[in-house]
């Protein structure tokens, strides 16, 4: 749905044709706003299409403001609050959609994310909203009435103009910092973005060990300056990946260490005193392998995290303990993360101390909206950024 030549003036001119601008054309229009939306790609909601591997992880049962970063914690309550994962499901429903969930709250599309992009795309439509692609943003005036935008397809004059465009997360995908732009033009401040949900990169030994077993998985509990995360990590030929890693990426600052328990959250004292019971003959690395990859028991060993101890039946449960504690707390020190190529959104951005959290506008500049994954406000992986993606838009687009 493209529209060849784009009206005069508009209700709200949204630039973004992902998830949240989408969203919010379909709710202002169905307000009975004109409103069209921008976007200089070839196709509407790329993300969209490649989330959960095509399935669409559109999210979390589980959404709560502290599985959310920002420099204020409290600034996401409100939307989240008056538009909720169940609402986007009854959406779902009315179209005929259905979903199921994968693990820890994360709801997927059965139907894939294609048909969510139409879903979304037939929401705008439906509500009288028009959709314009491959279409440059040249520049943004403020006007008496509202703003007037020079567009490669002609001026447009909006009362209302909502940066829906993203953060810098996959620029092969077209992510630019056009939001960011906007904001500083506009006098917002910008909380500096960052590479978020991210493998980890290292250098040294570490990369070399790392590379030695990738493709090898286990269940850690990993932390960085943040909350602790039980899931599954990844070995690959540049560092460390996976959920549980995705995740604290997102906590994590350049030189600080990684916490990794390789009990994932168990008592590892106590397992290591089940194989001395189970498997009193062999070796330690060889019970360990019963119940880790062979090939992480070497590389750790490797470490000396494991130590050559031939027969648990001669082994003390106090060094069983102290091996234990080593392999429950090893730390490591990324040297960086892949960055924007692979990182799956953007932490930072438009800071909230600018924006209404009742209706995510511009304290200073009446008009102008900032919502999705351009704004300081950034989730956990699994849906969560979906989620916001809808409660920004739902917000903006009911604001009086």
Partial sequence: MSFATLPAQVDALVIGAGAAGLFYGAQFGARGGSVVVLDHAKKPAEKVRISGGGRCNF????????????????????????YTPWDFCDLMSRHGLTWHEKTLGQLFCDQRSGAIIKMLTDELEAAGGQLRLETEIKRVEKTARGFTVATSAGPVDAARLVIASGGLSIPKMGATGFAYDIARRFGLDIIEPRAALVPFVFEGRDKEDFA??????????????????????????????GP?????????????????????????AAQLFALKADHPMKSLAGALETVMPKRLVEMLSGRGLIPALNRLA??????????????????????????????????????????SSKSLQAHAVPGLYFIGECVDVTGWLGGYNFQWAWASAHAAAHAD
């Fill in 212 to 241: 030695s077993i990738s493709g090898v998985a286990c269940p850690v509990r990993a932390a960085a300056d943040g909350p602790s995360f039980q899931e599954a990590m990844l070995f690959t030929h540049r560092g460390l990946s």
């Fill in 314 to 355: 001669d082994v003390s449960h106090d060094t069983l303990a102290s091996v234990a504690a080593a392999i429950g707390a090893w730390t490591v020190v990324p040297a960086g993360t892949e960055g924007w190529r692979t990182a799956e959104v953007t932490a930072g951005g438009v800071d909230t101390a600018g924006l």
């Fill in 59 to 82: 999210t979390n049962m589980e959404t709560a403001p502290e599985r959310f970063i920002s420099e204020n914690p409290h600034f996401a309550k409100s939307a989240l609050a008056r």
């Fill in 244 to 268: 549980a890693i995705l995740q604290v990426s997102s906590y994590w600052s350049p030189g600080a260490e990684i916490s990794l328990d390789l009990f994932a959250g168990g008592d590892g």
